[in-house]
């Protein structure tokens, strides 16, 4: 049982790279340390500590995808305080620091998907969503900044972060603050980690689902919190928990695994049920075309609405029509 084998890996060597993504790097700035690229089993140089990263350099490997570039392990720490040096920087507008902090934040919530030490991937994770909430509270455009940049992929990664920025849009639109909205990022930005356990082939087929596909899919809110209760309190709470257990719940009964039902279902729980429908039905899948957001919110108010709870949906249209201010 992977119970037992999650047990068995909580102590891992160090890798000796991490990657990175080469769009959070500022261009024509020097970067205070070695960049690598792999080429057949080797780590080979692409930037030194020093350099900057210019257009002809960019040009040369742009075959390479964003995310495979690495840095060394021991230098994780430059490269999280460069992060945060950026997005600190008066040089640099919304924009820039928007692309930076998603492209930095992307690498690591990856991680929480593919490594196998999810420990260290949920605590390098829930430095992610301080970034965010910081990034609100200083710039009044940095929902519609970030929101901006979502790909509207399917890759679960890309779409547990979209999910965590509605969240905490939402969530503050709510009320939510402090370390309440803290950990409404987080149980948002887990919220899938469950599907580390569905088969890769499901999660990324391109067309709708047997029903054996199914209910292996329909597992994975159970299997994140088998996961997340490996954790002790302090480090996943019990609304984190939530947020993973619940999202698939439905105001009416009829979600899954609990079938809860209106006020039995946790908070938290109600808005992550939200965005992440939204999220999905505004991502391109191959077999069917990506709605635009202020569609995919009329859609679920007419075709959905008594799965979710109202004022969550109310508040909804409320950052919708932000966005659009802001655009
Ligand atoms: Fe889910
Ligand atoms: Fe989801």
Same mark, same amino acid.
């Given at each position: 049982?992977?119970?037992?084998?999650?047990?068995?890996?909580?102590?891992?060597?160090?890798?000796?790279?991490?990657?990175?993504?080469?769009?959070?790097?500022?261009?024509?700035?020097?970067?205070?340390?070695?960049?690598?690229?792999?080429?057949?089993?080797?780590?080979?140089?692409?930037?030194?500590?020093?350099?900057?990263?210019?257009?002809?350099?960019?040009?040369?490997?742009?075959?390479?995808?964003p995310?495979?570039?690495?840095?060394?392990?021991?230098?994780?720490?430059?490269?999280?305080?460069?992060i945060?040096?950026?997005?600190?920087?008066?040089?640099?507008?919304?924009?820039? !620091?928007?692309?930076?902090?998603?492209?930095?934040? /992307?690498?690591?919530?990856? *991680?929480? @998907?593919? =490594?196998?030490? &999810?420990?260290?991937?949920?605590?390098?994770?829930?430095?992610?969503?301080?970034?965010?909430?910081?990034?609100?509270?200083?710039?009044?455009?940095?929902?519609?900044?970030?929101?901006?940049?979502?790909?509207?992929?399917?890759?679960?990664?890309?779409?547990?972060?979209?999910?965590s920025?509605?969240?905490?849009g939402?969530?503050?639109?709510?009320g939510?603050?402090?370390?309440e909205?803290?950990?409404?990022?987080?149980?948002?930005?887990?919220?899938?980690?469950?599907?580390?356990?569905?088969n890769?082939?499901?999660?990324?087929?391109?067309g709708?689902?047997?029903?054996?596909?199914?209910?292996?899919?329909? !597992?994975?809110?159970?299997?994140?919190?088998?996961? /997340?209760?490996?954790?002790? *309190?302090? @480090?996943? =709470?019990?609304? &984190?928990?939530?947020?993973?257990?619940?999202?698939?719940?439905?105001?009416?009964?009829?979600?899954?695994?609990?079938?809860?039902?209106?006020?039995?279902?946790?908070?938290?729980?109600?808005?992550?049920?939200?965005?992440?429908?939204?999220?999905a039905?505004?991502?391109?899948?191959?077999?069917?075309e990506?709605?635009?957001?202020?569609?995919?919110?009329?859609?679920?108010?007419?075709?959905?609405r008594?799965?979710?709870?109202?004022?969550?949906?109310?508040?909804?249209?409320?950052?919708?029509?932000?966005?659009?201010?802001a655009?």
């Amino acid at each position: 049982m992977f119970m037992a084998d999650e047990k068995k890996q909580q102590h891992f060597p160090e890798q000796d790279y991490v990657v990175i993504r080469i769009n959070s790097l500022h261009p024509s700035e020097p970067v205070p340390f070695d960049i690598f690229i792999e080429i057949g089993d080797h780590k080979v140089h692409y930037l030194r500590s020093g350099d900057s990263l210019t257009a002809e350099k960019l040009r040369k490997f742009e075959d390479k995808a964003p995310d495979s570039f690495y840095i060394k392990t021991e230098n994780r720490e430059l490269y999280r305080n460069y992060i945060q040096d950026r997005l600190r920087s008066e040089q640099l507008n919304p924009s820039e !620091k928007a692309v930076i902090l998603r492209e930095s934040s /992307l690498a690591i919530v990856q *991680d929480l @998907f593919e =490594s196998p030490d &999810i420990g260290q991937a949920l605590s390098n994770s829930k430095e992610v969503i301080t970034n965010f909430i910081n990034f609100m509270d200083d710039e009044p455009s940095a929902m519609a900044e970030l929101l901006g940049l979502s790909k509207h992929d399917f890759y679960t990664f890309n779409h547990s972060l979209d999910v965590s920025i509605y969240s905490l849009g939402l969530g503050s639109v709510l009320g939510y603050t402090g370390p309440e909205l803290k950990e409404l990022g987080e149980g948002a930005l887990f919220h899938d980690i469950g599907k580390r356990h569905v088969n890769i082939d499901i999660i990324t087929k391109d067309g709708p689902l047997t029903d054996l596909e199914w209910s292996q899919m329909k !597992k994975h809110p159970e299997y994140g919190l088998l996961i /997340l209760n490996q954790f002790d *309190d302090t @480090f996943i =709470s019990n609304n &984190i928990r939530a947020c993973c257990f619940e999202h698939h719940e439905s105001f009416l009964g009829n979600g899954y695994p609990q079938s809860l039902a209106g006020d039995e279902i946790h908070p938290m729980a109600r808005i992550v049920a939200l965005t992440d429908t939204f999220d999905a039905l505004t991502t391109k899948r191959s077999y069917n075309e990506p709605m635009l957001p202020h569609d995919a919110l009329n859609f679920i108010k007419e075709k959905l609405r008594a799965r979710y709870d109202r004022d969550v949906l109310e508040a909804m249209y409320s950052i919708l029509f932000k966005l659009k201010a802001a655009s």
